[in-house]
């Protein structure tokens, strides 16, 4: 990779870093392209120059959180095994809602008011993701290694249930009785979660 480029995919990550921490910080309204070029430490101009406006801004972080969060799934073949497979989708999504919390807060911010600024990415690129992943747990059924359930709404399950520990932090950990998640709570949900969920699909705990 060469040094201008290199410079540029730099700038982007500490765009997107510090546009993530003012967007979960003070939400769409509340942020301003200013506050994240302090944030960044660039001039507000480099802003302006990769992104042409906060709107665009806003959605590569949406863009980019989803990507990280079905990342796991992503390359996931008819030809594996689905126990494996879940599981490490599971914990992958456990551990992401344990270790960055205000991610998912950012994302369901933007769900619970309509999707008015992702609504497209929802109707297109998400859409045909679940598609093709739903197609793949549909494969495990016909070949049957796992017991029959819908695929989507297995998807959605494992979603909210994994997301329910960044969303619902506070509530978690107030029930919890604790301050903040512990080291080894990532692992321990994940178990509880992971084990619940595949023993629903007929399959063997990892």
């Given at each position: 990779m060469g040094k201008r480029k290199q410079i540029r995919e730099d700038n982007l990550q500490l765009i997107l870093s510090a546009a993530e921490e003012e967007?979960?910080?003070?939400?769409?309204?509340?942020?301003?392209?200013?506050?994240?070029?302090?944030?960044?430490?660039?001039?507000?101009?480099?802003?302006?120059?990769?992104?042409?406006?906060?709107?665009?801004?806003?959605?590569?972080?949406?863009?980019?959180?989803?990507?990280?969060?079905?990342?796991?799934?992503?390359?996931?073949?008819?030809?594996?095994?689905?126990?494996?497979?879940?599981?490490?989708?599971?914990r992958r999504k456990?551990?992401?809602?344990?270790?960055?919390?205000?991610?998912?807060?950012?994302?369901?911010?933007?769900?619970?008011?309509?999707?008015?600024?992702?609504?497209?990415?929802?109707?297109?690129?998400?859409?045909?993701?679940?598609?093709?992943?739903?197609?793949?747990?549909?494969?495990?059924?016909?070949?049957?290694?796992?017991q029959a359930v819908d695929p989507v709404h297995l998807i959605f399950m494992i979603w909210a249930t994994t997301q329910h520990y960044a969303d619902f932090e506070t509530q978690v950990l107030t029930v919890l009785n604790r301050a903040e998640y512990e080291p080894q709570d990532a692992s321990s949900i994940a178990d509880h979660v992971s084990g619940i969920i595949l023993r629903g699909c007929g399959l063997k705990s990892l």
């Open positions: 967007f979960g910080l003070h939400g769409y309204k509340g942020t301003a392209i200013q506050n994240i070029a302090d944030r960044a430490g660039l001039p507000k101009a480099n802003i302006v120059y990769y992104f042409s406006s906060k709107e665009n801004l806003y959605k590569a972080v949406l863009n980019k959180i989803i990507s990280e969060w079905n990342d796991a799934f992503d390359r996931v073949t008819a030809e594996d095994d689905p126990a494996t497979a879940l599981d490490q989708f599971i456990v551990q992401q809602s344990i270790e960055n919390p205000r991610a998912s807060r950012i994302f369901a911010m933007e769900i619970i008011q309509g999707a008015p600024h992702h609504r497209d990415f929802l109707r297109k690129e998400l859409r045909q993701w679940v598609r093709e992943r739903a197609g793949v747990i549909q494969s495990w059924i016909d070949q049957g290694k796992m």
